[in-house]
């Protein structure tokens, strides 16, 4: 219990690269999570260099500002590289990306399975994590996805990296709403 209670959603990471030793052992982990019909279509890209991440974090950027209707993306990235802020991908040392193949039945089921365990794995291993839901936008875009070197559309995207801040406590939750127990 004391693991899953631990785990929190990092947006802070340390200027540490991350031994491909270590990423090896996340993704070991993941081999073992459930799929539907036990199909295990994903497709996974590890990003891990800072000037792609700099591209895919500007692409997103740009999609995020089209979808909400805001008319100056490029004034927004020249504003975040001026304070030196990645509001996308927090500065992570690296982006595990995931997409799903045609044989999934439940992809995007699935694809937040295999991705907590990846999260549970590296927590483990002392790295911390956070889901990027604003990585979803870039499956449209046929460039970046050639970057990222995947086809199809983005279900998953996580940072990954040693956490530049260290939680002592458990963050308070609210019950859950349960029916048929007492």
Known sequence: ?????????????????IPQEVLKKVFEA???????DNRRAWNFSVVSD??????????AIKIVYRYI???SADAAIKYFDSIDKDPIFHKAPALIFLTT???????????GIVLTYGQLAAHTLGLATCWIG?????????????VIGLEGQ?????????????????PPRAPLNVVGLE
């Open 1 to 17: 219990m004391q693991l899953l209670m631990a785990k929190r959603s990092v947006r802070q990471y340390k200027i540490k690269k």
């Open 30 to 36: 993941m081999r073992y999570a459930s799929s539907a």
């Open 50 to 59: 800072p000037a792609i991440i700099k591209t895919i974090s500007q692409e």
């Open 69 to 71: 209707g805001f008319p």
């Open 101 to 111: 193949g045609a044989t999934g039945s439940m992809p995007l089921i699935d694809s």
């Open 134 to 146: 604003m990585a979803h936008g870039l499956g449209m875009d046929k460039e970046i996805m050639k």
């Open 154 to 170: 983005i279900h998953g995207a996580l940072t990954i990296g040693y956490p530049a801040v260290k939680y002592l406590r458990t």
